[in-house]
């Protein structure tokens, strides 16, 4: 039982494009949503996060969507660059990091 | 920068060995974990560690076992593997377990097992 869905499984776009990810999850406890990247050889590392109280936060060129009603949220990734192709993890959990459970990932490829 | 230190990167071995992997976090954290990332990247919670209480995920096999000798250092040990063990353990860190800002998980780079 996948409880965290992503999609697409892999992207590819062009340098200086917008990436959008997507994720969708079943367990309405859920209120911790963090991204994780993950590059070839390394473990993943926290990108950024959102708290269900919130519908949008914003990083750099990162800004992650939430919405409640609808159990989705995204990633954007605006102006992207060849040094951000990665696996991307959404994950989710109820406050208690034992239970945090992490989506299939998106391989991102950015093309110059 | 790394703060959290596996090793060995890899290591190959035949089905029927035991392995042990080793994990040591400089971050002063409370917490640690095992995960496991099979081929197709999924990761799974294998076991949390926190003030010597473990909490393990039930779908974990017996064969697997967590050991630590302080709050810096969480090895696994795997007794006897078999082909399906074959993927990349991921020793994670975190500074306690409670509310979201405690909670990020800082992951070293992985142990890498083949099982022949």
């Known amino acids: 039982q996948q409880q965290v869905r992503q999609s697409p499984q892999s992207l590819t776009v062009w340098e200086g494009g917008t990436t959008v990810l997507t994720c969708s999850y079943e367990d309405s406890t859920f209120n911790y949503f963090p991204w994780y990247q993950q590059f070839p050889g390394e473990g993943p590392a926290l990108l950024i996060s959102i708290l269900s109280v919130s519908d949008k936060k914003e990083d750099g060129r990162f800004t992650t969507f939430f919405n409640k009603r609808e159990k989705k949220l995204s990633l954007h990734i605006i102006d992207s660059q060849p040094g951000d192709s990665a696996t991307y993890f959404c994950?989710?959990?109820?406050?208690?990091?034992?239970?945090?459970?992490f989506g299939a990932g998106t391989r991102l490829a950015v093309c110059p | 920068e790394t703060a959290v230190f596996q090793t060995p990167n890899y290591h190959v071995t035949q089905v029927g060995n035991e392995v042990s992997f080793n994990c040591k976090q400089t971050l002063g954290h409370d917490t640690m974990y095992w995960y496991k990332q099979d081929s197709k990247k999924l990761l799974k919670i294998m076991f949390s560690?926190?003030?010597?209480?473990?909490?393990v995920n039930e779908t974990v096999p017996r064969r697997f076992s967590p050991q630590s000798s302080d709050k810096a250092h969480l090895n696994l040990r795997i007794k006897s593997v078999e082909p399906e063990d074959s993927a990349v353990y991921l020793c994670?860190?975190?500074?306690?377990?409670?509310?979201?800002?405690?909670?990020?998980?800082?992951f070293g780079a992985g142990t890498r097992l083949s099982v022949l």
């Open positions: 560690y926190n003030n010597k209480q473990l909490i």
């Open positions: 994950a989710a959990s109820a406050g208690s990091f034992n239970k945090l459970t």
């Open positions: 994670a860190s975190s500074l306690r377990t409670g509310g979201p800002s405690q909670n990020t998980l800082y």
